[in-house]
Structure formats: C-alpha cells, structure tokens
C-alpha cells in the first residue's frame, strides 16, 4: 500500500493515553458511586447499587473515535453500537462537547463526579445513547440503522465524510446488509463520502458472531461482493492511521477493525473466559457491590489505566 500519512512517537502517545483515558472513564461510569479517582482502596460504599450497561464493544469504539479524531476531526462519526453509550459519552466529555450542552460536565474532578456518578442512575444518563446527548437522534440499542443513516446523511452533500462503525453482531441484521448496496446508488459526485467501519470483536450478547467465524478469505470476499474495498487494521494506533490514510484514497473503502471482545478488562471472572468472550458484552463483575473478589478484580481494572498519569486534580487533563 502507499500510505500518505506519517505518525510520530508523539501521536502514539497522544491516542494511547487518550483512549486510556476514556477507558477509565468509560468503567468508572458503568461502576462508581463514589471515589472516583480511586484516592482511597475501593469499598462495596463506592459501588453502584445496581449495575447497568455494556462494556465488551466499549474500548473498540474509544480506539476508533480517538483514532477519527485524530486523523480528520471534520469527520461526521455515527455509532452503530449504541448499547456501547459510556464510550461515546466519555469521548463527548473528553473533547469539551458535552460541557457544551450540559454546564456540570466540566473536565475537572466535578466534572467527573458528574459524568460517572450519574451513568445509568435515577435523573441521569440513560444506559444507551439518546436523543439527550449531543446529535443523537435515535436510542442507541435499535441496532442496523447506522449505515443507512450515513449514506442519508452523505445524501446530496459531497462536502461530508461520514464514519461509521458497526457493531459484528448488528452486521447481521438485514437492515445493515441491506444498507451495504447504498454505496453503488451513492456514489456519485454529489454525495459526501462513507467510511464503514466494521468492530469484529468476534461475541455478541450470547455468543460468537457469524462473520468472526468466516475464513479471513471469505469476510475479503463477502466485502468486495458488495462493491467496497476491504482494508484490516488492529488497534495500533500507528496502523489505524495508515489505514484511514489509505481509504481516504478509495472510493468506496471499508475498514476491518479486528479487535477483542471486552480487551483491558477482566481477563477470568469465577473461573469463566471474560475478555475475548460474550461474557464480557454487558457487566462483567456483576457481583461487584456484593463480592470481595469482584471488587478487588474491578479495583485492580480500573488501576491499569493509571489515571492519575493523565488526570490531575490542579492542571487537568494531560493527554
């Protein structure tokens, strides 16, 4: 491939401490009441009463929106995995969008208090995404629309780029094959470009998916059937950037981001496969209010990030 697109060790750094960072702040939503930077051993106090909300799609679409942001921030971004909502929510608060709409979301510790503190919770943020975020429209667990509602939002405006990642589980939906023939009725000049982005995690809410089990050869095949280029990138950041280099090129690109179910979370929970798993779709420590083991599993998780190398209570975020 001709790759246009240099990225410094700087960059790196940049998207692996910004996707950190809303890793963090993504489990810190699905989990915590209380002591949320984690200044004080976690106790069954600082634990949600009742533990609502998905995270197995949720580092896949901080990968992919850091990595949006980073190459062309003019992208339009459309979330298939609506369910994946503390991701995108997290995303929205890092970038000073949702302070924009809500004045208690400040990027400082209160502005963190509010965001986790409230996910999920009586008078606060819903479990999905909803017309109460920024440029949401629908509610985020009526999975297969995305594509359509790129190719609509493309429609008769040759100035935009759309992205869109799809869930592998909503990719079998006959709303979402059916919107694969949209780029053969618009693609002409006066439409804006799609950029489809596929999350093949492998799992969806109880079991494997049926494209993560197709050969390599025939997910190729079963992209280029539909007219698109297929192109295949990791979660490395300097590989997603020459990927989005090279479908900048293309005229009908579609990326295959293949990534773990659940990857920086609990690798075994009571002797079951999390990560790399369906297990890790909704809550993978369920128990965690009520189970010595889960908790410290959740304390242990949550200190991997190391948030207090990209969050400082006097400077802010250092990302």
Same mark, same amino acid.
């Given at each position: 491939?001709?790759y246009q697109v240099g990225i410094s060790f700087a960059d790196t750094d940049h998207l692996r401490r910004r996707i950190r960072a809303a890793d963090y702040l993504t489990?810190?939503? !699905?989990? +915590?009441?209380?002591?949320? @930077?984690?200044?004080?051993? +976690?106790?069954?106090?600082?634990?949600?009463?009742?533990? /609502?909300?998905?995270?197995?799609?949720?580092?896949?679409? $901080?990968?992919?929106? %850091?990595?949006?942001?980073?190459?062309?921030?003019? #992208?339009?971004?459309? !979330?298939?995995?609506?369910?994946?909502?503390? *991701? +995108?929510?997290?995303?929205l608060f890092l970038d000073g969008e949702l302070e924009k709409v809500d004045h208690r979301a400040t990027r400082d510790l209160d502005g963190i208090k509010y965001l986790?503190?409230? #996910?999920?919770?009586?008078?606060? #943020?819903?479990?999905?995404?909803?017309?109460?975020?920024?440029?949401?429209?629908?509610?985020?667990?009526?999975?297969?629309?995305?594509?359509?509602?790129?190719?609509?939002?493309?429609?008769?405006?040759?100035?935009?780029?759309?992205?869109? /990642?799809?869930?592998?589980?909503?990719?079998?939906?006959?709303? *979402?094959? %059916?919107?694969?023939?949209? =780029?053969?009725?618009?693609?002409?000049?006066? =439409?804006?470009?799609? @950029?489809?982005?596929?999350?093949l995690n492998g799992y969806k809410i109880s079991g494997p998916t049926v494209f993560a089990r197709k050969s390599e050869h025939e997910q190729m095949e079963t992209i280029?059937?539909?007219?698109?280029?297929?192109?295949?990138?990791?979660?490395?950041?300097?590989? &997603?950037?020459?990927?989005?280099?090279?479908?900048?090129?293309?005229?009908?690109?579609?990326?295959? &981001?293949?990534?773990?179910?659940?990857?920086?979370?609990? /690798?075994?929970?009571?002797?079951?496969?999390?990560?790399? $798993?369906? /297990?890790?779709?909704?809550?993978? !420590?369920? @128990? *965690?209010?009520?189970?010595?083991?889960?908790?410290? @599993?959740?304390?242990?998780?949550?200190?991997?990030?190391? #948030?207090?190398? +990209? &969050?400082?209570?006097?400077?802010?975020?250092?990302?």
């Amino acid at each position: 491939m001709n790759y246009q697109v240099g990225i410094s060790f700087a960059d790196t750094d940049h998207l692996r401490r910004r996707i950190r960072a809303a890793d963090y702040l993504t489990v810190a939503q !699905l989990f +915590l009441l209380d002591n949320f @930077l984690l200044e004080k051993p +976690l106790s069954p106090t600082d634990i949600k009463p009742r533990l /609502l909300g998905h995270w197995g799609t949720c580092h896949g679409i $901080n990968v992919v929106y %850091a990595n949006l942001k980073h190459f062309d921030s003019s #992208f339009q971004f459309i !979330l298939g995995p609506g369910h994946g909502f503390p *991701a +995108l929510q997290a995303n929205l608060f890092l970038d000073g969008e949702l302070e924009k709409v809500d004045h208690r979301a400040t990027r400082d510790l209160d502005g963190i208090k509010y965001l986790c503190k409230n #996910f999920s919770f009586p008078g606060g #943020f819903p479990s999905h995404s909803s017309p109460l975020t920024p440029t949401v429209i629908t509610e985020g667990g009526e999975l297969g629309y995305a594509l359509g509602a790129a190719y609509g939002s493309a429609l008769g405006h040759p100035e935009k780029s759309v992205a869109v /990642l799809l869930g592998d589980g909503e990719f079998e939906t006959g709303t *979402a094959l %059916a919107s694969m023939n949209l =780029n053969k009725l618009l693609g002409g000049d006066g =439409n804006g470009k799609v @950029l489809p982005i596929l999350s093949l995690n492998g799992y969806k809410i109880s079991g494997p998916t049926v494209f993560a089990r197709k050969s390599e050869h025939e997910q190729m095949e079963t992209i280029r059937g539909f007219g698109f280029t297929p192109l295949v990138v990791d979660d490395d950041p300097e590989k &997603f950037q020459y990927i989005l280099a090279e479908a900048k090129t293309l005229q009908a690109p579609f990326i295959i &981001f293949k990534n773990e179910k659940g990857h920086t979370g609990p /690798l075994e929970v009571s002797g079951n496969k999390v990560a790399g $798993n369906y /297990l890790a779709h909704q809550i993978p !420590l369920p @128990l *965690a209010k009520s189970d010595d083991e889960q908790l410290h @599993l959740l304390e242990d998780w949550l200190k991997s990030y190391h #948030f207090e190398e +990209l &969050f400082d209570q006097q400077k802010g975020f250092d990302l």
